[in-house]
């Protein structure tokens, strides 16, 4: 049996062998390999983690505090999988009630030199219907998020939030209002305060009375990296005010680091993931942390690459963590190697949870200059 922390001999033997084939091929044809790779493959359960490493985060428990960011399967195709290679929890989407395209072809650029991924996809997925027939007739169990998202062409975007939580909270362990992708024209502006608080009313509405009849699934909210402090402000003021569950910190970035060396990849339309975002998001959620007080943990996302990436976030304010551009240029391995370095830092701190380390950098994170 494999370690603590280790894939299976088999996958690991698959993954080395289609690498070098999926890294030459179109991200978008090979990010859709993998998916069918990862459903077809004859997946062992992952062997059990150290019991340091659990985290309890919303009213639920978490084996890990490693998440697989939405986006990889965005139609539920595979979360029972991603479970199965260790995984602590997986959020699946963005799902919108209607199926969607998304954005014309080509929509994701790799920027291998700097580690990071644009995206402008725009919500591309198969819709609730298609998605909720497959969350139905899981198998397993473990942590499942669902993140929602409204159609580009709706009249009434909250309308769609309240419709999506309606369809999934029976089936979800949790929920995650996305307002923060850049791909889908106008959605950041449900961020602004008073567009923010009418929708999170509405939704919070929607969860509550579903409760009546059904459990009451956590509720949280994805954020940009790009909001300003003062609308930070506003943002988890609202989320304080309206008892939301937590947040998300954070989606992809529109701005352009000055540090990246694929310079003709960077000018590409959409949103930037991976390493380049890692610096900013990580401040973002160091701000986020100091005005939340402790009144509902955050998950940390942007840019982790490596078991000390993932310790950081967790120092500037995440309670869990999740990945996805990381494993593009890293391979599962990563998966692994971040379970083995929390252990690690769990030993070297005498702890016996990753509790007292959430937040401990963030005053000081916060103090620092600006990532440019």
Request: charged share 25%; net charge positive; glycine share 10%.
């Amino acid at each position: 049996m494999p370690e603590f922390g280790e894939k299976s001999p088999l996958i690991g033997l698959l993954e080395r062998l289609a690498r070098p084939v999926l890294r030459a091929m179109d991200p978008e044809d090979a990010h859709r390999l993998a998916v069918a790779g990862l459903r077809l493959a004859p997946l062992p359960a992952a062997p059990a983690d150290d019991s340091r490493l659990a985290v309890a985060a919303f009213g639920l428990a978490f084996p890990n505090p490693v998440g697989i960011a939405p986006g990889f399967d965005k139609n539920a195709e595979v979360p029972d999988p991603l479970l199965r290679l260790g995984f602590g929890f997986v959020e699946i989407g963005t799902v919108t009630p209607r199926p969607q395209t998304g954005n014309p072809r080509p929509r994701i650029f790799r920027l291998e030199a700097d580690g990071g991924i644009i995206n402008r996809l725009g919500f591309n997925n198969d819709g609730e219907v298609a998605v909720l027939a497959r969350l139905r007739a899981r198998s397993g169990g473990g942590v499942l998020g669902v993140n929602i998202g409204a159609n580009r062409d709706s009249a009434d975007r909250a309308a769609d939030y309240v419709k999506l939580v309606e369809t999934f909270a029976p089936v979800a362990n949790y929920l995650t209002v996305n307002v923060s992708s850049p791909n889908t024209p106008g959605l950041r502006d449900l961020q602004q305060a008073k567009s923010l608080d009418e929708l999170l009313a509405r939704v919070l509405e929607a969860r509550d009375r579903i409760a009546a009849t059904a459990c009451r699934r956590p509720l949280l909210l994805k954020i940009a990296p790009d909001l300003s402090l003062n609308d930070l402000d506003d943002v988890v003021a609202i989320v304080r005010k309206r008892g939301i569950d937590g947040m998300i910190v954070g989606n992809t970035t529109l701005s352009r680091p000055a540090s990246l060396q694929e310079r003709v990849k960077s000018i590409e339309q959409g949103g930037l993931s991976g390493a380049p975002l890692f610096a900013l998001s990580t401040r973002m959620l160091a701000e986020t942390y100091v005005r939340a007080e402790g009144r509902f943990a955050l998950i940390g996302a942007g840019g982790i690459d490596s078991g000390d990436a993932a310790l950081a976030k967790i120092r500037a304010g995440a309670t869990l963590v999740q990945l996805y551009s990381g494993l593009v240029f890293r391979g599962l391995c990563l998966l692994g190697e971040i379970k083995r370095s929390l252990v690690g830092a769990l030993e070297r701190e005498k702890q016996a949870s990753l509790a007292p380390l959430v937040g401990v950098d963030a005053a000081a994170l916060t103090g620092m200059r600006w990532p440019e």
